[in-house]
């Protein structure tokens, strides 16, 4: 399963720009342009973060934005902006990445020894 959206404009929610997202189940790859184009793509697994961001415009229209946090050089932050059925790809994009990360035994945390408050005083800058 995956999904396949296009940026749409604000007017009336049509899809008249030339952006297509594709998300399935190992990347995400975003197209766009028309006479020079980009393609960028972000594997599953380095999806750290999801958040949904949704205007006045955008909720009259029914879209919204899904915005991902990745580890990611080229795109840390990746928005699928304007997109239709943004909550479920909302939630398939926080669930798939979450088995990616399992499969592929990959971890995004990070560890603070807070055992000890003066921990931190303690270590050699």
Not at 27 to 41: A, P, V, W, Y
Not at 89 to 97: A, G, R
Request: net charge neutral; aromatic share 8%.
């Amino acid at each position: 399963m995956g999904y396949k959206e296009r940026k749409r404009i604000l007017f009336f929610g049509l899809p008249w720009t030339f952006t297509v997202y594709t998300v399935t189940e190992d990347m995400i790859n975003m197209k766009r342009g028309l006479l020079k184009t980009l393609e960028d793509d972000c594997y599953m697994y380095k999806v750290t973060d999801v958040q949904l961001e949704t205007t006045f415009m955008e909720r009259l229209c029914g879209v919204a934005t899904v915005i991902c946090f990745t580890g990611d050089n080229t795109s840390p932050t990746l928005k699928l902006i304007h997109v239709k059925h943004a909550h479920e790809i909302k939630d398939y994009i926080l669930k798939t990445s979450e088995e990616a990360r399992m499969k592929r035994r990959t971890l995004n945390t990070m560890s603070l020894n807070m055992a000890h408050p003066d921990a931190i005083d303690d270590m050699d800058v």
